[in-house]
């Protein structure tokens, strides 16, 4: 899937590509939480079932993405009766925007949850402005 | 709240559609529906000794999974706290909430082999792990003639 998500979309808005791959690069989405305050944005995305190290995050000029692989591992001759999660890749893609500071990213991973923090550039964080009376 | 717990896969949108037509064609579906997008999603299987259940249930805290069974009905029941700020935070803005929040409940029955008394769960990067034992007596054996 090579659907990218602005940041701040309010709805899922699809932008459908075709899948260049086909089914063997196949990934599910995972689904996010996306907050923004004062300071920057922080991004909450469900992974369950993966590790860190097979978790890539990208930051590339403004594209945010997010590869990483579930490693279940199911007891042998094990017959599937029924299944939800049919895939253990995950994709997602997001375009950032120019005041967040892609240089200070950090992520957290814990109990297959990732927290991702995008600070804003210095100059873009929230100041008053005084009003001066001439 | 009914929430997809991979909003946009198009390929798990497709088995949906292929599952719900389906059971519109089924005339005596399960009693307990298809309880597919629930939360936690779940995949079933078994080997000939166990029966193992993969519950997709990432941020929770292990101590909080309620896990019971009753007569042959395994729920699992617990909480998931909401990252998002509180609606009193005006600071915040939600842009995008796609993830679960809230508490949940699952049901599912197990073949009647499965032995309640061997159980095992076990929690590991958000993946909740069930396996239940099979009941030594269901095993199948080879019958010596005397």
Redesign the interface.
């Known amino acids: 899937m090579n659907d990218v998500d602005t940041v701040r979309s309010t709805s899922p808005s699809t932008v459908a590509q075709k899948d260049k791959a086909g089914y063997g690069e196949a990934a599910l989405t995972p689904p996010v939480d996306v907050v923004e305050d004062g300071t920057g944005i922080t991004l909450y995305a469900d992974l369950p079932g993966v590790s860190k190290d097979k978790l890539h995050l990208q930051v590339e000029s403004d594209t945010l993405t997010i590869d990483a692989e579930s490693n279940l591992s199911v007891p042998e001759g094990l017959q599937s009766s029924h299944t939800e999660v049919g895939l253990a890749r995950f994709h997602r893609v997001f375009t950032l925007s120019k005041e967040l500071d892609t240089e200070k990213v950090s992520a957290e991973l814990a109990q297959g949850v990732l927290t991702l923090r995008i600070p804003k550039v210095a100059q873009a964080q929230p100041r008053r402005i005084d009003v001066k009376v001439s | 709240m009914y929430?997809?717990?991979?909003?946009?896969?198009?390929?798990?949108e497709m088995?949906r559609l292929q599952r719900e037509m389906q059971q519109a064609f089924d005339l005596s579906p399960s009693i307990r529906g298809l309880g597919?997008g629930g939360f936690p999603?779940?995949?079933?299987?078994?080997?000939?000794q166990?029966v193992?259940i993969?519950a997709?249930?990432?941020?929770?805290d292990p101590a909080t999974i309620d896990i019971q069974l009753d007569r042959g009905l395994l729920t699992m029941a617990g909480e998931r706290t909401s990252?998002?700020?509180s609606q009193e935070d005006s600071?915040?803005?939600?842009?995008?909430?796609?993830?679960?929040a809230g508490s949940f409940r699952r049901m599912l029955s197990l073949p009647d082999d499965a032995d309640p008394d061997a159980i095992a769960a076990d929690?590991r990067?958000?993946?909740l792990h069930i396996t239940v034992q099979r009941r030594a007596s269901a095993q199948p054996r080879r019958i010596t003639i005397q």
């Open positions: 929430r997809s717990l991979f909003p946009r896969d198009l390929f798990a088995d597919r999603a779940l995949n079933v299987g078994g080997t000939p166990t193992e993969y997709f249930a990432p941020g929770l990252k998002l700020p600071k915040s803005t939600v842009h995008i909430n796609e993830r679960f929690y990067d958000g993946i």
